[in-house]
């Protein structure tokens, strides 16, 4: 797909940040900014197609943050029902969930019950 241009400041609603210009410095300053509780649109390289194309066009939230859950299903126009597909690196995939790795997110997993506390705003109602 297309890849996107260079934003100009005038195409950033008033109150979000371009953080693209960052360097070396990108990845630490959105771990902060998750950590307080931001919510990021995460763009980057040419878009992606299909239903569960993921890494390109994302919108990332702390999952230990209870109220995340709301503030993305208020930005994304959803219903609160609908559950989230949260990412962990495969090297941890089972210290917080139960079954196989799920590349293209087809499966459900459940979480563990020692994690569930932890990460409250991606945990379902039925534990996946």
């Not at 008033?14 to 649109?41: E, Q, R, Y």
């Amino acid at each position: 797909g297309p890849v996107p241009g260079a934003l100009s400041l005038r195409d950033i609603p008033d109150g979000w940040h371009n953080l693209g210009d960052l360097g070396d410095h990108l990845g630490p300053t959105v771990a902060g900014l998750l950590a307080g509780g931001s919510i990021i649109g995460w763009v980057q390289g040419p878009m992606e197609f299909g239903p569960r194309a993921l890494g390109h066009r994302s919108i990332l939230a702390h999952p230990g943050h209870a109220g995340s859950r709301d503030r993305l299903n208020t930005i994304k126009r959803r219903a609160g029902y609908r559950p989230f597909a949260p990412a962990v690196l495969d090297t941890h995939l089972r210290d917080w969930f139960t079954g196989d790795a799920d590349p293209f997110m087809n499966r459900v997993a459940r979480i563990r019950p020692e994690q569930a506390a932890h990460v409250p705003a991606v945990v379902h109602h039925d534990g996946t």
